[in-house]
């Protein structure tokens, strides 16, 4: 039994998967492989992932190689009903739709654990949290997981840290082709094409505050000056903040910046990065929106006290008025990249989903011998999949020589034996 919001939508979301089917060839030559090998024969695998278009054809991909596989969304308003109905019909369980309440995406996580998985993936740590909660008495049969961001790692390690996590949970974010790309590119371009659909305004000559210089926050703000934005980098980081400086951003408190930006951009991973007491000085016009994982980036209660619920001015964007000032908050402090866009770009998603099937394979493969804990993905993994990659824009590398691998491998001075 699926839990989606019409099954008519589903010729619309069966384009959209094909789209993003042809434009990611290393899930394909992985989709090829295992469709006849079937390594996930006889598994069942939940995955709990902001279900569009590239997640979809994902998802499609392990159910061809055999496993059965339940989908869920991993946040109400990253899901498109549409592509939930196209999968609905594909045979694949799926629990999600858009808008979801709390409550309900409560709901549709808990369903998707009512089908006993042996394997996970999640974005964010909602489902190993409740995995680890609410169905204890599955954990015996799970083989592992694995997370897709930032945040999910911060909440897996914190459950490490604390002997609770008692399942393998490969770190796909970590994999070098995940955060070099997926995080700096991937959110450099979705994120502004989120802000662009959801405003329609200019982005050339307005001073962009980008909260937050990890991987996101640098493609956010390489993105932003590439468009013809000032760029002033709030962190707290000081190695970070300088890395901010180096690259040609401003850089200061938040306090300093809410006066001067046009556009606020939250990446930080954490809470209250815009708080109560930075609303009163930003500019009228002022957009505020974020792209980290949970919508407690801006303070919506600390803006809500301010300036009362705010009302709907155009899809996606809220009007705060505060005295004399509109300030505009953008998906509800959503995700922007998902809520007001399509997330990132299918090449990119094609390198983070190639390594969320790798790391499904690895766990299968080494089961039994991995502890419950927060592990890598080989650096083979890693290597393959970019490799892959190269392959299929046509692009060639060199390989080290046996004298450059000799030279590599030796600590004494040239010239001496
Ligand atoms: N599409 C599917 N998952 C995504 C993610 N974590 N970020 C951006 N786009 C996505």
Same mark, same amino acid.
């Given at each position: 039994m699926n839990t989606i919001r019409d099954s008519a939508l589903a010729p619309e979301g069966r384009l959209k998967i094909t789209w993003a089917r042809e434009h990611m060839p290393v899930l394909n030559s992985l989709a090829k492989e295992f469709s006849v090998d079937k390594p996930f024969r006889g598994l069942r695998v939940a995955i709990c992932l902001h279900l569009e278009a590239k997640t979809a054809y994902m998802a499609k991909v392990i159910r061809d190689s055999g496993a059965e596989v339940t989908i869920t969304g991993s946040n109400p308003l990253s899901t498109q009903d549409d592509v939930a109905a196209a999968l609905a019909e594909d045979g694949i369980t799926v629990h999600a739709w858009y808008g979801a309440t709390a409550e309900e995406?409560?709901? /549709?996580? /808990? +369903?998707?654990?009512?089908? +006993? $998985? /042996?394997?996970?993936?999640d974005d964010g740590g909602d489902l190993v949290a409740m995995l680890h909660t609410s169905f204890r008495e599955h954990l015996p049969q799970v083989l592992g997981g694995a997370e897709e961001t930032t945040t999910g790692l911060h909440r897996l390690r914190a459950m490490a840290a604390e002997g609770a996590? +008692?399942? $393998?949970?490969?770190a796909v974010n970590d994999a070098y082709c995940k955060h070099l790309f997926d995080n700096r590119y991937g959110t450099g371009q979705s994120v502004w094409e989120g802000i662009m659909r959801a405003t329609n305004l200019v982005i050339a000559g307005k001073t962009v505050v980008v909260a937050g210089y990890g991987w996101c926050g640098k493609g956010v703000a390489l993105r932003a000056r590439g468009l013809g934005a000032r760029v002033i980098v709030c962190e707290v980081d000081p190695i970070k903040a300088v890395e901010a400086v180096m690259d040609g951003h401003q850089v200061m408190p938040m306090a300093e910046a809410a006066r001067v930006g046009d556009i606020f951009i939250t990446v930080t991973g954490s809470r209250g990065a815009i708080s109560g007491e930075h609303f009163p000085l930003m500019k009228n016009g002022a957009i505020l929106c974020n792209a980290g994982h949970f919508d407690v980036e801006i303070d919506k209660k600390a803006l809500e006290a301010l300036a009362g619920p705010g009302q709907t001015v155009r899809r996606n964007v809220k009007a705060y008025t505060i005295g004399e000032k509109k300030i505009y908050l953008l998906a509800e402090g959503r995700l922007v990249n998902l809520a007001a866009a399509d997330g990132h770009p299918a090449e990119i998603m094609d390198l983070s989903f190639a390594l969320q099937v790798e790391a499904l394979y690895y766990l299968y493969r080494n089961y039994g011998k991995l502890a419950p804990a927060v592990l890598p993905l080989p650096r083979e993994v890693d290597e393959k999949v970019a490799r892959r990659k190269l392959a299929a824009a046509g692009i060639a590398i060199d390989s080290l020589s046996a004298g450059q691998k000799d030279y590599l491998a030796s600590w004494k001075p040239e010239g001496t034996v």
């Open positions: 995406y409560n709901d /549709h996580l /808990h +369903k998707t654990l009512q089908s +006993k $998985p /042996h394997l996970l993936i996590l +008692k399942i $393998p949970m490969i």
